[in-house]
């Protein structure tokens, strides 16, 4: 990889965990719209899937990756104004974080019913493959969500019709406070793949090197045409399933052990090994991911809040006018 490469990578893991601190702390302070689901400690996840997409590749992230806005292309500014609930944010304060996407740059909005995203991404992998677009569809999706039907059905219909998609698992061993061993009887999620047909790869999701190889050879299998792919990350969450879960279900022990595996803690020895000034890196990109995070909450605090009678917009498609078409 370049040193260039190498660099932008810091950076996106760098602002992605500035800006999921930043919400934290003001959800804290009761500044925020809705629930706030931190990925911190997901990073190299989102990263890793998003930053080789392609502009017109669309992602269809979990309510817990806000990292995959940023990566994806989302304006931080933007984002920001849709998490405190103004009318600058991508569904015009109407809704909370959680259900904005940001269509403008591919990205579908997250829905409260989990799962219900993959037969969506789904139907867009169909449409790419009906009109011979060599566009990909990138679905993420909680190891709890993975128990869904609906689920089930997409990956079925993906399989059954060979479609360009990505079904992106991130395990983070617990589904609010459900344990893996209460959530499904297989090894991995990604063994379910073989019931479909189509490849399924378990993978470090702390280690964004490994994200990176195996969301590269599933991105590319299926822009050529070779179908889906299930990659299961292992990950973890550091904070609870939202602000206001202590998590006191998880030991102590587990947290910190995971804590020692941190994906940027990762990407710093690498960097390190490459014998780049890795003090100096992290000082400047520090620096620059505070910059960019202040202005984003700057502009979201001013940016107005939506006036009552707009919440009686955008609410409909508009009636195609079957004289014009
Ligand atoms: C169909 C459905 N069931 C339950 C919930 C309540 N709920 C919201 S998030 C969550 C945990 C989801 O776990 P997982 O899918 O593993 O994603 P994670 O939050 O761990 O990232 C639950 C149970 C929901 N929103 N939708």
Redesign the pocket.
Known sequence: MTEQKDRELYYWLRLIREYEDRVSSLDKQGKLMGGV?SGKGQEAVVVGFCHDLRWDDWIFP???DMGAFLVKGADPNRLMAQIFGKRDGFSKGKDSYLHGGDLENGIFGAT????ATLPVAAGMAFKFKVRKEDRVAVAF??????S?GDVHEAMNFAGVHRLPVVFVC???F???S?PNELQFAVDNVSDRAAGYGFKGEVVNGNDLHSVMRTAQRAIERARKGDGPTLVECKTY?YHG?SEHDRADYREEEEVITWESRDPLALWELYLGKKKYDVDAIRKETEEKVKRIVDEAVAFAQESPSPEGPEAMEDLYAMPIDTEAV
């Open positions: 689901y979990l309510h817990r409260s019913m989990l799962g999706f909680g190891e709890g969500a993975s869904r991130e395990n983070n617990y589904a609010y459900t969450r399933h």
